[in-house]
């Protein structure tokens, strides 16, 4: 027996591990595990993960397949009369129209640096230019100790108001033992203790899971660079 397997008698919707689904539905060769864990990045393939493996169905691979086909262009189509048709039927603001939330530099320059990867990879032609607000000022002030311990302090003590639904003080306020705001304390002392940025807090994790930071419970060390990711040249 060879190492050919016929993909028709699988089930579309069975599990298969990366390496193996690439093999049966590219029998020639030309996709790999990385390919399709690339496409699954781009948002064209679904992938679940258990118990540390990644697996895909062929049915989300017919699903990337058909994503992925490459439009047949109008002859005579150009992109300037496509930009223009593009402008003729793009709604018009109003004066009475809502203005667009606010977008912080931040999320600008992710955009930025998605689009630039975007064209990168092959997948635009043209110049996008996404314009960044002038830089703020540098911080010139800084939480001093009291100030810190005392917004710890409330976020530790906090406890839950609620209201009152039955009874003589119906509408009436009622404090709760609840204490919702512990986490946020938890939060701003690792944040003062370690100097971490709040993204890797906020995706640290008890386990050592690729791309996300890691806390050693048992030890007590926390590991703030992303398993996986390179390290910066930042402080």
Request: aromatic share 8%.
């Amino acid at each position: 027996m060879g190492d050919s397997h016929d993909s028709s008698q699988f089930d579309p919707d069975a599990p298969l591990r990366l390496s193996i689904a690439a093999k049966l539905a590219f029998p020639d060769g030309s996709m790999t595990a990385s390919g399709l864990r690339r496409e699954a990045a781009r948002g064209r393939l679904r992938i679940e993960r258990i118990a540390g493996k990644d697996f895909t169905t062929f049915e989300e691979i017919k699903r990337m397949r058909e994503l992925c086909r490459v439009q047949a262009r109008e002859p005579g189509f150009t992109n300037a009369k496509r930009d223009t048709a593009e402008e003729s039927s793009s709604p018009k603001p109003s004066g009475s129209s809502k203005m667009a939330p606010a977008i912080s530099p931040q999320d600008l320059e992710t955009f930025r640096a998605a689009i630039n990867h975007h064209a990168k990879e092959g997948f635009h032609r043209g110049l996008v230019r996404v314009s960044l607000p002038p830089k703020g000022e540098a911080r010139d002030r800084w939480f001093t100790r009291k100030e810190a311990a005392a917004l710890i302090w409330h976020c530790w003590r906090h406890r839950e108001n609620q209201t009152i639904h039955s009874g003589k003080s119906k509408g009436g306020p009622v404090t709760t033992n609840r204490r919702p705001l512990r986490h946020i304390a938890r939060f701003i002392l690792i944040g003062l203790y370690t100097g971490t940025r709040a993204g890797a807090i906020a995706l640290a994790s008890p386990y050592a899971e690729p791309g996300r930071s890691y806390v050693d419970l048992e030890r007590g060390i926390f590991y703030r660079k992303a398993i996986g990711k390179r390290a910066t040249k930042k402080r």
